[in-house]
């Protein structure tokens, strides 16, 4: 892809809604995956770092960037607000010479949650920001709370009006504070973090989120110059600086892109090498996987951590059971795409949510594919079934969408998803990334 300046949207698909509705996924299943799969870059880290060009007027380079439409809309916002931004292959630079509009429009940042996440830097920079409420998946009311919290907390004056957060700084700008979050929220934490490299005096954030994502932040903040330490703890302590430099980072591998992929070998008895993994990132999924009786084995590490992560499996599964929690409990993003394998396990498993109310809509969709899920309150009883048969069915929400991918890679027959958008949000060209491994897998309009 050749180097220009961000003027339209970018990923290389018709993303507008009419185009988005009538997509759809078919797959045939009953085909074991076998080869490599490449890990793209994390979205949930890269969505906040792009935020964070705002912090400073230097550029930002970011590489490892995937090519999502949720990275598209938040370079669509991030334009409105004059950064200038330029994509070549998987690197992005950002420079935010001049911030121009300190309003993120309803239009906009109401297609995705993680817009928030400009309220901290446009706050900090410019000593206001008018942000439009957060749209996005309907897994759960995830409230803002905790983020105006937090910033309130710093010194900024926040109000909420005609669907706007309307924030102001002091005029001699934000000032350290200690911060106890009620919930390790990652887009809080990193909001308020952003906000306190540039406050005046020292901020200590406690019960702060350790998801990985939130520390390939804080590291980036660290290479522009800001002063943190506790990275990787639930205590960060921040002494703020004047201004930030810009930087070169790379964005982590995407952990539940691997968690997705790995379940896909696993779920068709295949054995599929995933290509740059952070390992530790996904020490409790990989376990909860061996409970399962999949093989989970490193082929080859490097001296930065990320590794090629090959999973094996010739049986069905064994029924387990797994409750999400915050890093580095089991990932709540890697749930629905483990219930698709429980829905194939012998035996019955209890796949408990804790993190978001509603992020059981999948399972009405994996039981019109002969799957046995009895939902009571926040868990569900899967019971094992010797086969998933395909069916139309309907994704709801990124994770949800994927889960229904695995299940059809196993199902006998055809299968087909609709409303697939979602699955842009969060993965960079799936179809090809799984016929590359013998999946029967198109997409059509």
């Not at 920079?125 to 919290?149: E, F």
């Not at 399962?292 to 049986?315: E, L, P």
């Amino acid at each position: 892809m050749g180097r220009y300046r961000l003027t339209c949207i970018w990923v290389p698909l018709d993303t507008s809604p009419r185009k988005q509705s009538m997509d759809k996924i078919i797959l045939t299943g009953m085909r074991p995956l076998s080869g490599a799969i490449p890990i793209s870059g994390a979205k949930n880290a890269a969505l906040p770092l792009m935020a964070m060009s705002m912090l400073t007027s230097k550029p930002l380079v970011l590489s490892n960037v995937p090519k999502l439409s949720d990275i598209t809309r938040m370079a669509e916002l991030l334009t409105h607000h004059g950064v200038n931004i330029t994509f070549d292959g998987t690197s992005c630079c950002l420079r935010a010479s001049d911030i121009t509009d300190t309003t993120a429009p309803y239009d906009i940042v109401s297609k995705m949650r993680a817009s928030i996440v400009v309220l901290g830097p446009l706050l900090a920079r410019c000593g206001r920001a008018a942000v439009s409420l957060p749209g996005g998946c309907a897994i759960g009311t995830r409230p803002v709370n905790m983020h105006i919290d937090g910033l309130r907390a710093l010194g900024a004056n926040i109000y909420i009006e005609n669907g706007y957060i309307y924030a102001s700084a002091p005029a001699h700008g934000l000032s350290g504070a200690t911060i106890v979050l009620p919930f390790a929220t990652v887009t809080g934490t990193e909001n308020v973090l952003m906000a306190a490299t540039l406050a005046n005096g020292t901020t200590v954030i406690k019960n702060a989120a350790r998801e990985p994502e939130v520390c390939d932040v804080a590291n980036c903040l660290l290479a522009m110059g800001a002063k943190i330490s506790g990275i990787g703890t639930d205590t960060l302590v921040i002494d703020g600086v004047q201004e930030l430099d810009g930087a070169h980072h790379n964005v982590i591998p995407d952990r539940i892109e691997a968690a997705t992929y790995a379940i896909a070998g696993a779920i068709t008895n295949g054995d599929v090498v995933l290509k740059g993994v952070v390992y530790d990132d996904l020490l409790a999924f990989w376990q909860t996987l061996e409970r399962a009786g999949v093989c989970v084995s490193q082929v080859q590490r490097s001296a930065k951590n990320v590794a090629d992560v090959r999973i094996t499996m010739s049986s069905r599964p064994k029924g387990v059971d797994v409750m999400t929690e915050p890093h580095p409990g089991y990932p709540t993003d890697a749930q629905a795409q483990f219930m698709a394998l429980m829905a194939l396990c012998d035996g019955a498993a209890m796949v408990t949510e804790t993190i978001f109310e509603n992020r059981f809509m999948h399972v009405p969709e994996l039981c019109r594919m002969c799957a046995d899920i009895t939902i009571h309150k926040a868990s569900a009883l899967v019971r094992g079934v010797k086969q998933l048969v395909g069916a139309q069915v309907m994704a709801t929400d990124l994770r949800a969408s994927v889960s229904l991918v695995l299940a059809g890679l196993a199902a006998c027959g055809e299968t087909t998803i609709q409303r697939v958008y979602h699955i842009d949000r969060g993965y960079e060209r799936i179809e090809e990334k799984l016929r590359n491994c013998g999946a029967v897998i198109e997409r059509v309009s």
